[in-house]
């Protein structure tokens, strides 16, 4: 391992600019004009794999975006480790706001700038380079290694069920690696124990056949402009509880060592309001700001529009309005049975005078990982060694589909072991990797296989 760490240090450089490289490919999953891109994108990881002595690369077509498989099965009698990551990245709208342009990656401050840099081009290129490292100092991998790399995360990973059905014997493995979280702090490595699910809907309310002269009918038609702000505003009541029946029946209360295990973090609750722009938190009255963003479930209107959004005046009554209305979920809340509680609530207090219509567009379950199995002393151990400070858990708010997928499926633990900051900028102008955390994030995942393969 002093020869792996080694040639970290002296490939650090190098590194970085093979990442640059892959960022360059503009992989925004939710825009067709770039589905050549994904195509490309997920070819460009491929033949980065294929010269590390993979004994398979493959690339899966799913009814979306391609995913990239690579399996190193060559340690007989040592654990396999399944790594997962995505390959897909966020739109970059409002492109104006970013300081360099998305795809023309740049270096200032010990950061990389760049669309998907950290989310999560950065995080699965730490375990390329990894792997890299190994393989070329000691020749072999200490373990068994898969990994998947999908191309549909930030769309809501709707082929990924099918593709876990068809490649259920290529994924098998004692113990599951995502790298695609942040870290709690600067330096501070973190295992992130918890992350919540989602139910994301569309709420159409539709009033009459066009838009009306508002002087001629105003007033004797429902708006379905105001139908609507009237259906978003009663969501929450004063305590910032969501009102929709049976909302929280199977919320999972949080024990009380588990509000002191995140009330020990070192948390700047003032820092962390400075980095929102927010004047003031809100919440769930009851609820520190952590419990409220890792530990309960929220909803939140995402986007809402409807009627006459152009310059000036225009009078009329809108013919319809529509919202994008998200909940993130904790554990024992269902996906499909918080949908149908929406559609429900939606229907029950639309005023009278307009149709509502509720779509499903795209959910994921929530995790709590099992920290009493040893994988997760191990995977600390790693972590510390590459950072020189103890490791702590932690959760976060944010979804990632796959991973009570693979959990569920397999009965296998799920580390995640991410190498973001708070305050990257994920999914939004101007985000970056701290190069610091790229190169000791490639040291934890060299020594983390080295560990799993001493267990
Ligand atoms: N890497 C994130 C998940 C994440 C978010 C981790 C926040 C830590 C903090 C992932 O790429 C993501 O953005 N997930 C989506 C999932 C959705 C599209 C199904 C999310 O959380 O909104
Ligand atoms: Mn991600
Ligand atoms: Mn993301």
């Known amino acids: 391992m002093d020869d792996v760490g080694a040639y970290i240090d002296n490939n650090r450089q190098r590194f970085v600019d093979e990442l640059v490289e892959w960022v360059r490919i503009p992989s925004i999953s939710s825009d067709p004009t770039h589905a050549k891109d994904m195509a490309r994108n997920a070819e460009h990881l491929a033949a980065r794999l294929r010269e590390l002595g993979a004994g398979q690369v493959a690339i899966w077509p799913t009814a979306g975006h391609p995913a990239v498989f690579a399996e190193w099965m060559r340690a007989t009698g040592k654990p396999t480790l399944l790594v997962y990551g995505h390959h897909d990245v966020q739109p970059v709208d409002p492109l104006g706001e970013w300081t360099t342009p998305p795809f023309e990656p740049s270096v200032r401050e010990g950061r990389l700038w760049g669309r998907g840099v950290v989310d999560d081009k950065g995080q699965v290129y730490i375990h390329a380079k990894a792997i890299e490292s190994i393989v070329r100092t000691s020749g072999e991998l200490p373990i068994n290694l898969r990994m998947i790399v999908e191309g549909e995360e930030e769309i809501g990973s709707a082929n990924l069920d099918a593709l876990m059905r068809d490649h259920a014997r290529e994924l098998d493995a004692d113990f599951v690696c995502v790298s695609d979280t942040a870290m709690f702090g600067r330096g501070i490595p973190s295992l992130c124990v918890g992350l ?12 009459p056949a ?22 978003i505003a009663g969501l929450h009541d004063a305590d910032g509880r969501v009102t929709v029946a049976g909302f929280y029946d199977h919320v999972l209360p949080l ?62 009554i809108p013919a319809r309005a529509s919202a994008k209305v998200s909940c ?26 307009v149709r509502v219509r509720v779509d499903f567009l795209h959910g994921g379950r929530p995790y709590l990982a099992p920290t009493d199995h040893p994988v997760f002393e191990v995977a600390k151990r790693a972590f510390s060694k590459a950072f020189g400070k103890p490791t702590v858990f932690m959760r976060e708010g944010g979804s990632i589909p796959f991973v009570r997928t693979i959990a569920d499926r397999s009965g296998k633990p799920c580390l995640l072991m991410g190498f973001g900051q708070p305050d990257e900028n994920a999914h939004a102008p101007n985000e970056w990797l701290d190069l610091e955390n790229y190169h000791l994030g490639i040291k934890s995942a060299a020594y983390l296989y080295d560990e799993i393969g001493k267990m």
């Open 210 to 231: 066009f838009d009306l002269h508002s002087g001629s009918f105003g007033g004797g038609v429902m708006n379905p402009v105001n139908a609507l702000a009237q259906m």
């Open 196 to 207: 919540r699910g989602l139910t994301y809907v569309e709420v159409h309310v539709d009033g």
């Open 255 to 316: 024990k009380d060592e588990d509000r002191a295990q995140i009330a020990s973090l070192p948390f700047d609750g003032a820092g962390w309001l400075r980095s929102t722009g927010s004047p003031a938190p809100w919440g769930e009255k009851g609820y520190s700001t952590l419990e409220r963003v890792w530990a309960r479930p929220t909803l939140d209107c995402c986007g809402i529009g409807g009627g006459f959004q152009g310059e000036g005046a225009k009078t009329i």
């Open 328 to 353: 993130r979920l904790v554990p024992d809340q269902e996906p499909d049975d918080i949908a149908r509680k929406l559609a429900a609530h939606f229907a029950r207090v639309a005023p009278p005078g």
